[in-house]
């Protein structure tokens, strides 16, 4: 049977976190009442003219810098024409033959090594408003709150070759813009969309087969969902003697299913052409400089960082690098107590477990950095046990406590006095005499019963360390 390779390319268009519009002084909060952020310009009412937010463009020159994108020293804006319920001029203002920047990539890991996926070009434009289907077949709700928005759109080159590649990428592209804080990469609020472009062609040809575009993917989840059934439907289409239709295609996540929104033939002319009322852009190698100086870690920068000068595992580093508040959380617990290693098993276990539990984001939690690095100073100075730390944990998960505060006010003091902890030891074994006679006669594994046993006997506050050395010599005499 005839093996086929998959090609895939990703447009993202990216909402950038400015104050304002990209064009106009509107406000860009989200959630706000419906038609409640607009004016004459986002309205697209006669006789108004576009202003340039400069923020948009630092915020676009930063993801070029980052991206290791060629920043085009001379860029302009163009009209893109088309008609819809949500688009009140007409036409969308957004960058054609003259982009801010052309090529970089982006680096994920595939089965382990590093693959740099080519970017061909991010380019700045407005977003349009949102139409809204309240369930009625003959009627549209039209909001232009979002109309004016400003984006930047990151298309990569047709360099992806799975589905699940495809999110690898899309997650580092979020993780970039997030660590940026240009984009919050809310994919269910629309401020992270991503459409796809993908064909199919046999194993070894290097001609591009037809592709479709898939549009409608608001969760990663999704997004690979949609790119599995899509490769799937094109391959059992061109194995039975069909052909490709080069169309735009749209995820219904409820069936499961992409199905066909308009093909090629019925496809808009965008009749591009330079926007008369914006002057040309020329971002110069100062205005570069002056964003470059901005930009923080990155991701990548960070991971390497912390493996070297913390000596933690690369997948350690990995967890805590995931978001930049997570990042930043773990160097503010190692600035008060240097242990690296254990702040964060801690923070890898028990506090991303309760906060995924509980729905809470990091900045959110009760434990400050402070409080928990203070915890794991109290368990390596034998102040209380790694046991008695799960109570602790989570009293202070629960209040926000000082977790001295909590040992002192729950008497959670480990007992490390000898003489305390051999009355739990003798107590212990005049309670399992068959237990203390196997373990003399070889079976050395009961230890841990005993161990367990005394711990329990004790509420967990007996040394653990010292209990295994008394339990030892109490049983071989």
Known sequence: MLQYEVVIGLEVHAQLLTKSKIFCGCSTK??????????????????????????????????????????EPYCRFARKN????????????????????????????????????????????????????????????????RAGVPLIEIVSEPEIRSPEDS?????????????????????????????????????????????????????????????????????????????????????DSDRGVTVSMRSKEEAHDYRYFPEPDLVPLEVSTEWQEEVKKKLPELPDEKRERFVQEYEIPEYDAQVLTASKALANYFEESVRDYRSPKSISNWIMGDLLRELKLSGTDIDDSLIRPPHLSKMIKMIDEDVISGKIAKTVFEEMYRTGKDPEAIVQEKGLVQVTDEG????????????????????????????????????????????PAKVNEILKSMLRG
Not at 34 to 56: A, F, S, Y
Not at 431 to 456: C, H, S, T
Request: glycine share 10%; hydrophobic share 35%.
């Open 30 to 71: 989200f959630g706000s009442p419906p038609n409640t952020q607009t004016c004459p310009v986002c309205l697209g009412l006669p006789g108004v003219l576009p202003v340039l937010n400069r923020e948009v463009v630092n915020f676009a020159i930063m993801m070029a810098l980052a991206t290791r994108s060629k920043i």
């Open 167 to 251: 999110v690898t990428y899309l997650k580092k592209l979020r993780e970039t813009l997030r660590y940026l804080e240009i984009c919050d990469g809310n994919m269910e609020e629309g401020s992270f969309r991503c459409d796809a472009n993908i064909s199919i062609r046999p194993v070894g040809e290097k001609e591009l087969g037809t592709k479709t575009e898939v549009k409608n993917m608001n969760s990663f989840r999704f997004v690979q969902k949609a790119l599995e059934y899509e490769i799937n439907r094109q391959i059992e289409v061109v194995s039975g003697g069909g052909r490709i239709i080069q169309e735009t295609r749209l995820w």
């Open 82 to 145: 088309y008609f819809y319920p949500d688009l009140p001029k007409g036409y969308q203002i957004s960058q054609y033959e003259l982009p801010l920047s052309t090529g970089g990539y982006i680096e994920i890991d595939v089965n382990g090594g590093i693959k740099k996926i080519g970017l061909t070009r991010i380019h700045m434009e407005e977003d349009a408003g949102k139409s809204i289907h309240d369930g009625s077949a003959d009627t549209t709700l039209v909001d232009l709150n």
């Open 420 to 463: 305390e902890i051999e009355k739990y030891v003798s107590q212990v074994i005049a309670e399992n005499p068959g237990e203390a006679e196997a373990y003399r006669g070889g079976k050395d594994k009961l230890i841990g019963f005993f161990v367990g046993q005394v711990m329990k006997l004790s509420g967990g506050k007996a040394n």
